[in-house]
């Protein structure tokens, strides 16, 4: 450590250390525009001059190391001076425009200047002019004359984005901030520049000119996207949401959020909203009043009990809503006597499940995967799964950290990758014996399953062996595959031998917490695909939209098609309503109490922090009142904390409930036919129901119409080109989509993407697929 003096106090910082890091220990505030704790020092602002003594001239405190007994000044006439002289600078081109500025009330430049700014300028030359630019649906980039060139936006994407997608052209008075190609701003943390942006250079398009941010009023929430659990501030005006910013929390999302956590919000104040409930009588919907709506389901409940008995009632539930409400849906379904609940809507492989109470989980701390120095990524297309994993483990690649993936596809996660393997999903099960079998011979150990020569898997192999914070980690790719159990027991057996943390990311805000109410089957109880092809005498359906967010859409519509009494519990009137008897309004997460138990098992417990729309209720206060009327014991809470206290008990115990375990025997299997196997992601924007709905987010590039992707030698067996039609087929399922050509797709994969109205038509997201020239 060093000690310094600091405007006559003593600081110890770290060596290596910047006077404004010594300024940020002690408390001091140090003016400045560049700087931000998060990137590099760029050092172009000057703002931050301060005296130093014995220095010739004011120094700049974000790039100015510390040096043992340095004398530091930050408020004496020489630094004063040299910052209001910078300030005076930094006005001469900004224009007056602080009225009708979207920044106005939170600008960084707009607070220094009162302190730091003259009362007039002696500035009488024309202000210079800097044209706007169109980079997308999400960032404006109207007013780049405010623009101050303090670069935040263009290290952020380099450093923390991992895509250089913006940067500075020309000189002098002639510098601007741009795209360098004239193209749009297209990364999945673009909205972050925002947030980073000090001036009113880079707005929100969908937020602009919407409200002003001394009316709005801001609460804190929890994403309801992915596994992450990023913590938002929800801004609120006259009860509808205005705007989503990150809440910093260093050991889950720092202070970033994904786009789809911020944009999302869209969806909320949709024309599509359903708002009062609904039955379907001769063909035609007729909006009711609760109680007509929850007699009916309830009688059709209790007639359909009485006729068919209780295993022909079923429940599916989305792992994006909470503990709260997939809780009491488990319990509402277990109390008629059934067994048939569950929210692994695009799994196959329901074998490969934690012991009952227990949860798989990411198995370490989210803030551990900025620090690994081996990753090793099964089944993940990390980037647009997990954008702020992905921005975690960027970081651990930036620092040397070895990357290392297995999938049928390969995206582009913008960081360095030491090692891909790829093959068809039938084929990972190999791949991962061939790791272990390296493994083993490494270790003096009999292989677990019969290895074959791999130079790729050697490579991972060693890698794993060396090297002291090291993870395996499955991805949703992983989890969904038809051997998951294999899958997982094989990274199992890899990791106990190598001393790596074995993990899932987890698919969803609360796949942790939907395994540990057991919204999951019971004992004889039908699983989610059982449910979605052998038609139910009732459904209930919570916030589901089987064609889209099942692992087999055709089969899906079909059971849904032959479906008796279809329940849907959902905020939007177009969802479910083709295969629904009944609608029921109900909150989505701005609007309802409730909690999410995130990837790494942390609880975390959020508030409504706008009013119902309408005639919408809490799916939890729903869910209570229809247990209630079907006389079932147990529903009789009368707040959410009460809930959660049933559904997961000691909240100091869910550490203890997190179990990644395995014991399935290993059995590889007989190598593949060779046919060709679809790999299935699921693109970002198409996740959940409020990401289908939020415009600005469906106007992205990566909310574009699916492709089907093969590699270049399947691309030259069928003849065909990039961009030409071909039809895909998966038995009587079938679609017409436009080409891709990617040499990073294995030679007997065809990539489809699931969860878009243009592909579910189609069948299992894994298996045989068979593709021709449309």
């Not at 990137?39 to 003594?53: K, W």
């Not at 960032?139 to 780049?144: F, K, Y």
């Not at 989890?479 to 969803?508: M, N, R, V, Y």
């Amino acid at each position: 450590m060093i000690e310094i003096e600091l405007d006559g106090k003593k600081v110890a910082v770290a060596e290596g250390s910047m006077v404004m890091h010594a300024a940020d220990a002690a408390g001091t505030t140090i003016p400045h525009f560049c700087y931000h704790k998060k990137l590099s020092i760029a050092a172009n602002c000057r703002m931050c001059l301060v005296d130093i003594e014995k220095a010739p001239k004011p120094m700049p405190a974000c790039a100015t190391p510390v040096t043992q007994g340095m004398i530091v000044r930050t408020k004496s006439e020489k630094a004063l001076k040299a910052q209001k002289s910078v300030m005076e600078f930094l006005l001469i081109n900004h224009p007056l425009d602080c009225p009708i500025c979207d920044q106005g009330g939170e600008c960084q430049l707009q607070d220094l200047a009162v302190g730091y700014g003259g009362s007039g300028s002696r500035y009488e030359e024309e202000k210079r002019v800097v044209f706007h630019k169109n980079v997308g649906p999400l960032i404006s980039m109207e007013e780049m004359t405010r623009c101050i060139h303090c670069t935040r936006c263009v290290r952020f994407g380099q450093e923390v984005a991992g895509v250089m997608e913006l940067g500075m052209i020309h000189r002098g008075e002639h510098s601007e901030i741009t795209t360098m190609t004239g193209g749009t701003v297209d990364s999945e943390l673009s909205g972050n520049m925002i947030d980073i942006c000090p001036v009113g250079a880079l707005t929100s398009k969908p937020f602009r000119y919407s409200a002003r941010t001394w009316e709005l009023s801001r609460r804190k929430s929890i994403s309801p996207h992915d596994s992450t659990g990023a913590n938002l501030i929800v801004q609120v005006k006259g009860g509808k949401v205005m705007r989503v910013v990150p809440l910093e929390n260093e050991d889950v999302n720092e202070c970033w959020i994904a786009d789809r956590d911020r944009f999302s919000y869209e969806a909320l104040n949709s024309e599509r909203r359903l708002t009062t409930p609904m039955i379907k009588q001769g063909g035609q919907w007729k909006a009711v009043d609760w109680n007509t709506a929850l007699g009916y389901v309830a009688d059709g409940l209790k007639r359909i009990q009485t006729e068919h008995g209780s295993t022909a009632i079923g429940a599916l539930a989305t792992p994006h809503r909470t503990v709260e409400e997939l809780h009491l849906l488990a319990k509402l379904v277990r109390g008629l006597g059934s067994q048939n609940i569950d929210t692994r809507l695009r799994h196959a492989d329901f074998g490969n499940a934690a012991p009952a109470g227990r949860a798989r989980w990411l198995g370490m701390p989210i803030a551990s995967l900025s620090t690994l120095d081996r990753v090793f990524m099964i089944g993940s297309f990390l980037r647009k799964d997990h954008p702020l994993f992905a921005q975690r483990i960027r970081q651990a690649a930036r620092r040397g950290g070895l990357v290392y993936s297995l999938n049928a596809a390969h995206d582009d996660w913008a960081m360095p990758v030491a090692g891909r393997l790829t093959a068809a999903p039938a084929a990972w099960a190999q791949a991962l014996a061939d790791i272990a079998g390296y493994v083993a011979t490494a270790k003096g150990l009999a292989a677990p399953a019969n290895a074959l020569v791999n130079d790729d898997a050697k490579a991972v192999a060693d890698a794993l062996l060396s090297g002291e914070r090291k993870a395996i980690l499955l991805g949703n790719a992983a989890t969904q595959h038809p051997q998951a159990g294999q899958l997982l027991a094989l990274a199992q057996w890899i990791a106990e031998h190598t001393g790596a943390k074995l993990g899932h990311f987890g698919e969803a805000a609360n796949s942790v917490g939907a395994q540990l109410v057991q919204a999951l089957p019971g004992d004889g109880g039908l699983n989610a695909a059982r449910m979605l092809t052998e038609p139910m005498k009732a459904l209930l359906l919570l916030d589901v939209e089987p064609a889209l967010d099942a692992a087999n859409a055709a089969a899906a519509r079909a059971a849904m098609n032959g479906a008796g009494l279809v329940v849907a519990l959902t905020s939007f009137e177009d969802a479910a309503v083709d295969n629904a008897d009944v609608l029921l309004p109900i909150a989505p997460f701005t609007e309802t109490a409730g909690t999410f138990v995130n990837a790494e098992g942390r609880v975390q417990r959020f508030h409504g922090v706008a009013k119902p729309v309408g005639e919408t209720r809490p799916a939890w206060k729903v869910l209570r009142v229809l247990g209630n009327l079907l006389g079932l014991a147990g529903f009789g809470h009368e707040t959410s904390d009460e809930v959660l206290a049933e559904a997961l008990g000691d909240l100091a115990t869910v550490a203890d409930r997190l179990d990644n375990r395995s014991n399935a025997a290993i059995d590889v299997g007989a190598p593949a036919a060779g046919g060709l196997e679809r790999i299935a992601d699921v693109p970002i924007y198409s996740t959940d129901v409020l990401v289908r709905r939020a415009v600005s987010l469906q106007r992205t590039a990566d909310a574009a119409p699916p492709v089907v992707t093969i590699a270049p030698a399947l691309a030259s067996r069928l003849g065909v080109v990039a961009g030409a039609e071909v039809r895909v087929s998966q038995g009587s399922a079938s679609a017409v989509l436009p080409v891709r050509i990617d040499s990073a797709t294995a030679d007997n994969a065809v990539r489809v993407p699931a969860g878009h109205p243009l592909t579910a038509t189609l069948g299992a997201m894994f298996g045989p697929i068979s593709i021709d020239k449309a």
